[in-house]
Antibody, heavy 123, light 110 residues
Framework: EVQLVESGGGLVQPGGSLKLSCAAS????????IHWVRQPSGKGLEWVGR??????????EYAASVKGRFTISRDDSKSTAYLQMNSLKTEDTAVYYC??????????????WGQGALVTVSS | QSVLTQPPSASGTPGQRVTISCSGS????????VDWYQQLPGTAPKLLIY???QRPSGVPDRFSGSKSGTSASLAISGLQSEDEADYYC???????????FGGGTKLTVL
Protein backbone atom coordinates (compact mmCIF):
# COMPACT_ATOMS: atom_id res chain seq x y z
CA GLU A 1 0.00 0.00 0.00
CA VAL A 2 1.35 3.38 -1.01
CA GLN A 3 1.73 5.73 1.95
CA LEU A 4 3.13 9.20 2.43
CA VAL A 5 3.46 10.52 5.97
CA GLU A 6 4.40 14.11 6.72
CA SER A 7 5.98 15.12 10.01
CA GLY A 8 7.78 18.08 11.55
CA GLY A 9 4.98 20.61 11.59
CA GLY A 10 4.45 22.99 14.48
CA LEU A 11 4.49 26.55 15.73
CA VAL A 12 7.34 28.81 14.71
CA GLN A 13 7.95 32.53 15.05
CA PRO A 14 8.15 34.83 12.03
CA GLY A 15 11.64 34.74 10.61
CA GLY A 16 12.21 31.25 11.96
CA SER A 17 12.87 27.92 10.27
CA LEU A 18 11.19 24.55 10.15
CA LYS A 19 11.89 21.32 8.28
CA LEU A 20 9.13 18.97 7.18
CA SER A 21 9.67 15.34 6.28
CA CYS A 22 7.65 13.17 3.93
CA ALA A 23 8.27 9.46 4.58
CA ALA A 24 7.19 7.17 1.77
CA SER A 25 6.45 3.47 1.66
CA UNK A 26 4.78 0.92 -0.60
CA UNK A 27 6.46 1.99 -3.85
CA UNK A 28 9.87 2.63 -5.39
CA UNK A 29 10.49 6.07 -3.95
CA UNK A 30 13.58 6.75 -6.05
CA UNK A 31 11.53 6.55 -9.24
CA UNK A 32 9.00 9.23 -8.36
CA UNK A 33 9.04 12.99 -8.30
CA ILE A 34 7.67 14.49 -5.09
CA HIS A 35 5.65 17.68 -4.91
CA TRP A 36 4.75 19.85 -1.94
CA VAL A 37 1.40 21.65 -1.86
CA ARG A 38 0.04 23.83 0.91
CA GLN A 39 -3.41 24.95 1.99
CA PRO A 40 -4.11 27.84 4.37
CA SER A 41 -7.08 27.23 6.60
CA GLY A 42 -10.34 27.67 4.68
CA LYS A 43 -8.53 28.42 1.43
CA GLY A 44 -7.49 26.61 -1.73
CA LEU A 45 -4.49 24.53 -2.72
CA GLU A 46 -1.20 26.25 -3.58
CA TRP A 47 1.74 24.49 -5.17
CA VAL A 48 4.99 24.99 -3.25
CA GLY A 49 7.53 23.11 -5.34
CA ARG A 50 8.86 19.79 -6.53
CA UNK A 51 11.94 17.60 -6.67
CA UNK A 52 12.52 15.26 -9.54
CA UNK A 53 14.36 11.94 -9.58
CA UNK A 54 18.05 11.11 -9.82
CA UNK A 55 17.53 10.38 -13.52
CA UNK A 56 16.43 14.01 -13.83
CA UNK A 57 19.37 15.27 -11.75
CA UNK A 58 17.19 15.85 -8.68
CA UNK A 59 16.03 19.10 -10.31
CA UNK A 60 13.87 21.36 -8.18
CA GLU A 61 11.36 24.07 -9.02
CA TYR A 62 9.58 26.41 -6.64
CA ALA A 63 6.61 28.74 -6.56
CA ALA A 64 7.55 32.41 -6.71
CA SER A 65 6.12 32.93 -3.23
CA VAL A 66 8.67 30.62 -1.60
CA LYS A 67 11.66 30.76 -3.95
CA GLY A 68 14.84 31.61 -2.13
CA ARG A 69 13.32 30.73 1.26
CA PHE A 70 12.27 27.09 0.87
CA THR A 71 14.43 24.16 -0.22
CA ILE A 72 13.22 20.71 -1.24
CA SER A 73 15.56 17.74 -0.96
CA ARG A 74 15.32 13.98 -0.83
CA ASP A 75 17.16 10.96 0.53
CA ASP A 76 16.30 7.99 -1.64
CA SER A 77 18.07 5.63 0.78
CA LYS A 78 15.52 6.63 3.42
CA SER A 79 12.56 6.99 1.02
CA THR A 80 12.05 10.46 2.44
CA ALA A 81 11.63 13.93 0.99
CA TYR A 82 12.16 17.14 2.91
CA LEU A 83 10.92 20.71 2.83
CA GLN A 84 13.28 23.13 4.56
CA MET A 85 11.48 26.39 5.26
CA ASN A 86 13.50 29.46 6.24
CA SER A 87 12.61 33.11 6.84
CA LEU A 88 9.06 32.05 7.56
CA LYS A 89 6.26 34.59 7.29
CA THR A 90 2.80 34.59 8.82
CA GLU A 91 1.38 33.99 5.34
CA ASP A 92 3.21 30.65 5.22
CA THR A 93 0.77 29.32 7.83
CA ALA A 94 -0.93 26.34 6.21
CA VAL A 95 -1.31 22.59 6.08
CA TYR A 96 1.53 21.24 3.96
CA TYR A 97 0.99 18.12 1.85
CA CYS A 98 3.52 16.02 -0.02
CA UNK A 99 2.38 14.03 -3.02
CA UNK A 100 3.78 11.42 -5.36
CA UNK A 101 3.79 12.25 -9.03
CA UNK A 102 3.08 9.48 -11.50
CA UNK A 103 3.49 9.92 -15.24
CA UNK A 104 1.48 8.22 -17.96
CA UNK A 105 1.71 8.90 -21.65
CA UNK A 106 3.78 12.00 -21.11
CA UNK A 107 1.44 13.54 -18.55
CA UNK A 108 2.00 13.54 -14.80
CA UNK A 109 -0.39 13.77 -11.89
CA UNK A 110 -0.41 13.47 -8.09
CA UNK A 111 -1.91 10.07 -7.41
CA UNK A 112 -1.09 9.78 -3.71
CA TRP A 113 -1.04 12.43 -1.01
CA GLY A 114 0.07 12.50 2.60
CA GLN A 115 -2.27 13.44 5.42
CA GLY A 116 -0.70 16.87 5.80
CA ALA A 117 1.37 18.70 8.42
CA LEU A 118 0.21 21.94 10.02
CA VAL A 119 2.70 24.79 10.10
CA THR A 120 1.74 27.85 12.11
CA VAL A 121 3.88 30.97 11.87
CA SER A 122 3.00 33.33 14.70
CA SER A 123 4.61 35.38 17.43
CA GLN B 1 -6.05 35.03 -7.54
CA SER B 2 -5.69 31.53 -8.94
CA VAL B 3 -4.21 30.96 -12.39
CA LEU B 4 -7.06 28.59 -13.23
CA THR B 5 -10.60 29.89 -12.81
CA GLN B 6 -13.33 27.79 -11.23
CA PRO B 7 -16.76 28.82 -9.93
CA PRO B 8 -16.55 29.09 -6.12
CA SER B 9 -19.68 27.04 -5.62
CA ALA B 10 -21.99 24.56 -7.29
CA SER B 11 -25.03 22.66 -6.10
CA GLY B 12 -27.52 20.02 -7.07
CA THR B 13 -30.06 17.62 -5.69
CA PRO B 14 -29.50 13.88 -5.35
CA GLY B 15 -29.59 12.16 -8.72
CA GLN B 16 -28.92 15.33 -10.69
CA ARG B 17 -25.97 16.00 -12.98
CA VAL B 18 -23.66 18.90 -12.21
CA THR B 19 -20.67 20.27 -14.06
CA ILE B 20 -17.75 22.30 -12.77
CA SER B 21 -15.72 24.39 -15.19
CA CYS B 22 -12.03 25.24 -15.14
CA SER B 23 -10.70 27.98 -17.37
CA GLY B 24 -7.05 28.62 -18.12
CA SER B 25 -4.79 29.80 -20.91
CA UNK B 26 -2.51 28.59 -23.66
CA UNK B 27 0.41 28.21 -21.25
CA UNK B 28 -1.40 25.81 -18.95
CA UNK B 29 -4.59 23.99 -19.99
CA UNK B 30 -3.88 24.76 -23.64
CA UNK B 31 -0.55 22.95 -23.39
CA UNK B 32 -1.02 20.22 -20.80
CA UNK B 33 -3.43 17.65 -19.46
CA VAL B 34 -5.78 18.53 -16.62
CA ASP B 35 -6.33 16.68 -13.37
CA TRP B 36 -9.17 16.96 -10.89
CA TYR B 37 -8.94 16.43 -7.14
CA GLN B 38 -11.69 15.89 -4.61
CA GLN B 39 -11.18 17.09 -1.06
CA LEU B 40 -13.66 15.94 1.54
CA PRO B 41 -13.88 18.08 4.69
CA GLY B 42 -10.84 17.68 6.91
CA THR B 43 -9.02 15.31 4.58
CA ALA B 44 -6.21 15.40 2.04
CA PRO B 45 -6.97 15.87 -1.66
CA LYS B 46 -7.71 12.72 -3.61
CA LEU B 47 -7.07 12.19 -7.31
CA LEU B 48 -10.41 12.03 -9.10
CA ILE B 49 -9.58 12.47 -12.80
CA TYR B 50 -6.17 12.44 -14.50
CA UNK B 51 -5.01 13.25 -18.01
CA UNK B 52 -8.25 15.09 -18.79
CA UNK B 53 -10.66 12.17 -18.64
CA GLN B 54 -9.10 9.12 -16.98
CA ARG B 55 -10.46 7.71 -13.75
CA PRO B 56 -8.20 5.99 -11.20
CA SER B 57 -9.41 2.60 -10.11
CA GLY B 58 -12.05 2.94 -7.44
CA VAL B 59 -13.49 6.20 -8.73
CA PRO B 60 -17.11 5.68 -9.82
CA ASP B 61 -17.94 6.23 -13.48
CA ARG B 62 -20.38 8.90 -12.32
CA PHE B 63 -17.35 11.18 -12.47
CA SER B 64 -16.08 12.24 -15.88
CA GLY B 65 -13.71 14.87 -17.22
CA SER B 66 -13.23 16.65 -20.50
CA LYS B 67 -10.98 19.29 -21.99
CA SER B 68 -11.31 21.58 -24.97
CA GLY B 69 -8.81 24.25 -25.87
CA THR B 70 -8.00 26.23 -22.74
CA SER B 71 -10.90 24.96 -20.67
CA ALA B 72 -11.77 21.78 -18.86
CA SER B 73 -14.78 20.50 -17.01
CA LEU B 74 -15.74 17.91 -14.45
CA ALA B 75 -19.15 16.29 -14.62
CA ILE B 76 -20.80 14.39 -11.81
CA SER B 77 -23.92 12.45 -12.68
CA GLY B 78 -26.31 10.72 -10.31
CA LEU B 79 -25.29 13.14 -7.55
CA GLN B 80 -24.99 11.61 -4.09
CA SER B 81 -24.71 13.18 -0.66
CA GLU B 82 -21.19 11.84 -0.25
CA ASP B 83 -20.11 13.90 -3.28
CA GLU B 84 -20.33 17.02 -1.13
CA ALA B 85 -16.74 18.25 -1.17
CA ASP B 86 -14.32 20.77 -2.63
CA TYR B 87 -13.12 20.09 -6.17
CA TYR B 88 -9.91 21.43 -7.68
CA CYS B 89 -8.55 21.38 -11.22
CA UNK B 90 -4.80 21.42 -11.79
CA UNK B 91 -2.26 21.39 -14.57
CA UNK B 92 1.33 22.35 -15.33
CA UNK B 93 1.97 25.93 -16.46
CA UNK B 94 4.77 26.30 -18.97
CA UNK B 95 5.27 30.02 -18.37
CA UNK B 96 5.37 29.75 -14.58
CA UNK B 97 7.22 26.41 -14.75
CA UNK B 98 5.05 25.13 -11.95
CA UNK B 99 1.87 23.34 -11.05
CA UNK B 100 -1.21 25.56 -10.94
CA PHE B 101 -4.55 24.94 -9.29
CA GLY B 102 -8.01 26.36 -9.67
CA GLY B 103 -9.42 28.21 -6.69
CA GLY B 104 -11.66 25.27 -5.89
CA THR B 105 -15.40 24.69 -6.17
CA LYS B 106 -17.47 23.82 -3.14
CA LEU B 107 -20.16 21.36 -4.17
CA THR B 108 -23.29 21.25 -2.06
CA VAL B 109 -25.82 18.45 -2.36
CA LEU B 110 -29.19 19.95 -1.47
Amino acid sequence: EVQLVESGGGLVQPGGSLKLSCAASGFTFSGSAIHWVRQPSGKGLEWVGRIRTKANTYATEYAASVKGRFTISRDDSKSTAYLQMNSLKTEDTAVYYCSRRTCSGGSCFSDYWGQGALVTVSS
Amino acid sequence: QSVLTQPPSASGTPGQRVTISCSGSSSNIGSNAVDWYQQLPGTAPKLLIYVNNQRPSGVPDRFSGSKSGTSASLAISGLQSEDEADYYCATWDESLNGLVFGGGTKLTVL
